[in-house]
């Protein structure tokens, strides 16, 4: 069994990190009725002995002793971490696993990456060995950041670096959160066009959500509630957005129910790794599979169901409906759609009780309606996990490699031109040691030729085959 670390980092990164190790008990438990740790606990907790002195060894056998999450906690703000170390979820963290100060980046990409990041690398790479070590197959880093703030996006992308610099053979998924158009922090355009570059450079799969999406789906679930048009008997939580209902009293706070959108995505990306299952797919392979050229690593994700089947007491959709719901505009967890661009592959990754036939015939009944790149056209991944989300019968997980997100990009890099063209904020960037205005240069740079790989993409739909280039050679 390989086991996974979650690096999570500012604020959201936090946030949503939190919730994820809340639904993820929550799963466990439904499961693990017995109270034994298992090789399921083992991919993402560790068992400890607290009784002695001194650093408490693991207990790989037998009965939960006291389970520690494998996660470093990063934050240039106390009160988040705070929060989590009071809060119901205290026992599965200790300090060994924190690293904070108390200024925060003040929205600044160049504090958190270049200031904060010189200033903790050595605490950093430490903590990230000591995680490691505990170890027995560490097959993949988790980073969870957004893309707006100064830590999320400053200080994630530096432990990006640095996890590829002390371990270039272990997997790094990035989970991302992009800011709204309307988001009140006003050099966020520069924050993620800075961040940006880093992820474009240094990860492997990069899973982009942004809150405008997030708070469509809350939206219609609340509308759904509050309506009633389902029935007159609906469930007033949903297990999705909500964490009520689990063994751990917590009180909701406003982004509580988009950040467990996200935390149930990483629960249905990771339920292979903690579960068995009669197609179970490995972390790498959809890395593997997905990212055909380096830099398009960048995959939108779905999760089914949402608010359609959001623990509402009417008979539950046909399957097929769920599969089509995947691929719909509205369960985008970026504000896309995918059935109108080009499919580069597509992973769909199923959990409960589906069987191998319903999941060929689905493909084969939705592959007419989808534009797959003329070089792979049956660029599909599957996975069939046995265990289901807690409150359904089954869920659906669709991650594609579509240049539907190119949208996103653009209006980013738009944004971002309205500050730079006029030069504005700039000074509070460049009077940080190391960064120069050439790393703006440099970055939407970057972000321009990404968006010009996926340009040339899309020309290509429809019509003969024309890769783009792997590599580039000066002459």
Known sequence: ???????????????????????????????????????????????????????????????????????????MEEGVVNEILQGPLRDVFDSKQLITDVSGSGNNWAVGHKLYGCQYQESIVEKLRRTAEH???????????????????????????????????VYRCVTSVYPSGEDDVITSPYNSVLAMKELNEHADCVLPIE??????????????????????????????????????????????????????????????????????????????????????????????????????NVPSRRLDQMFSDAFSRDHQLIQADPKHSLYL???????????????????????????????????????????????HSHSLLALANNTCVKPTFMKLQERFMKLYRKKAHLH???????????CFSEAILSLSDLIEEYNELDATKGGPRTDPCRLKIAV
Request: charged content about 20%; some cysteine.
């Open 211 to 312: 809150n405008e999406s997030l708070f469509d789906i809350v939206n219609k679930i609340d509308q759904m509630i509050n309506t009633g048009k389902l029935g007159s008997t609906v469930k007033q939580t949903s297990l999705v957005t909500s964490s009520r209902g689990s063994a751990i009293a917590v009180q909701e706070k406003p982004f509580d129910a988009m950040n467990n959108v996200i935390a149930n995505l990483l629960l249905n990306l990771t339920s292979s790794a903690r579960f068995d299952g009669s197609l179970n797919m490995d972390l790498n392979e959809i890395s593997m599979n997905l990212v055909p050229f380096p830099r398009l690593h960048y995959l939108v994700s779905s999760l089914t169901p949402l608010y359609t089947l959001a623990d509402v």
């Open 345 to 391: 592959a597509c992973a769909l990754l199923l959990r409960g009780n589906v069987q191998v036939s319903d999941l060929r015939r689905n493909i084969e009944r939705l592959k007419p309606f989808l534009h797959f790149v003329s070089w792979n056209q049956e660029g599909w991944k599957t996975s069939l996990c046995s265990v289901p989300p807690v409150g």
């Open 135 to 169: 170890c027995d197959c560490l097959q993949c880093f988790f980073i969870i950041h957004s893309m707006g703030g100064g830590t999320g996006s400053g200080l994630g992308t530096f432990v990006l670096n640095l996890l590829e610099d002390e371990f270039p053979e």
């Open 428 to 438: 509070h960037y460049l009077h940080i040691d190391g960064m120069e205005q050439s």
């Open 1 to 75: 069994m390989t086991q996974s670390v979650v690096v999570q980092v500012g604020q959201c990164g936090n946030q949503v990190g939190c919730r994820f190790w809340e639904l993820a008990l929550r799963e466990h438990a439904a499961v693990n009725k017995k109270g034994v740790y298992d090789e399921a606990l083992s991919s993402f907790f560790r068992n400890v002995d607290t009784r002695g002195d001194g650093d408490a060894p693991d207990i790989y056998r037998g009965k939960i002793c006291s389970l520690k999450a494998r996660a470093l906690l990063i934050d």
